[in-house]
């Protein structure tokens, strides 16, 4: 199966619930249910249908989140791969462009409601990092927190073990309740970092706040073997 975008792992992960009707990039509409499945939705209304319809349709396969979104290898991250060019680059990208700088193009695509900016950068004109940072409207911190949690555990069965997972505190406040964890981010107390690689490509989870504001970014960038 070709892999989906990134981006749909993300926005998937954190606001899943039963009932949702979504729309993938290649404009097909699924149906994403509470337990992590989805299943594609026909343009056709139910009124009518036949038992046998309704049993086909009951049959119809259930395919989990790490089957959506499969590495076939194509792509290093949506339709990119380390080392195009900007102009490679730009031609790969369907999404909204919102800056155009020398060393990195920014692009903002809306799913789910959410606004997330994706940015790659280049080094000698070559792409080596691509950045999604998700803004969120929680009003409770800990809902951050949360997200962070469900990523990691989403992001695991297509990665393996984490290289490393690292909770770093700068204030250790709030260090013995979790439950306060994201409120510790918001203040710049706490950073959370967890990171993967593959062949090509290192994947670095991150959530890190300040003056009440967080940020949780999924950067990939090329794995440089040493």
């Known amino acids: 199966m070709k892999r989906k975008s990134v981006l749909f792992i993300f926005l998937f992960t954190m606001y ?7 729309t993938t990039e290649d404009g097909k509409k699924v149906l994403l249910q509470e337990n992590g499945t989805w299943r594609y939705i ?42 195009m060019t900007k102009k490679e680059v730009m031609g790969s990208e369907g999404a909204r462009l919102l800056k155009n700088e020398d060393t990195r193009i920014e692009y903002v695509i809306s799913l789910f409601g959410y606004d997330c900016n994706v940015t790659y950068l280049f080094i000698n004109g070559k792409l080596s990092t691509a950045n ?15 997200d962070y949690k469900k990523l990691k555990e989403y992001l695991a069965p297509l990665y393996g073990n984490s290289l490393s997972d690292k909770c770093d505190w700068k204030n250790e406040m ?53």
Do not use: M
Not at 16 to 22: E, L, N, R
Not at 45 to 70: W, Y
Not at 187 to 216: A, D, K, M, V, Y
């Open 42 to 83: 026909k343009d056709q209304q139910s009124k009518g249908k036949t038992k046998q319809d309704n049993d086909a349709k009951a049959k119809e396969p259930q395919h989990s989140l790490v089957d959506l979104i499969k590495n076939d290898n194509e792509f290093d991250f949506r339709k990119v791969r380390w080392g």
């Open 174 to 226: 709030y260090r013995g309740d979790e439950s306060k964890w994201g409120f510790a981010v918001s203040l710049g107390f706490l950073t959370c970092r967890t990171l993967w690689h593959n062949e090509r490509t290192q994947i670095t989870l991150t959530i890190s706040g300040s003056n009440h504001q967080i940020t949780t970014n999924l950067e990939y960038g090329e794995w440089i073997k040493r």
């Open 132 to 146: 999604l940072q998700i803004r969120q409207p929680h009003v409770d911190p800990s809902l951050y927190y949360d």
């Open 16 to 22: 899943v619930t039963a009932g949702i009707i979504a």
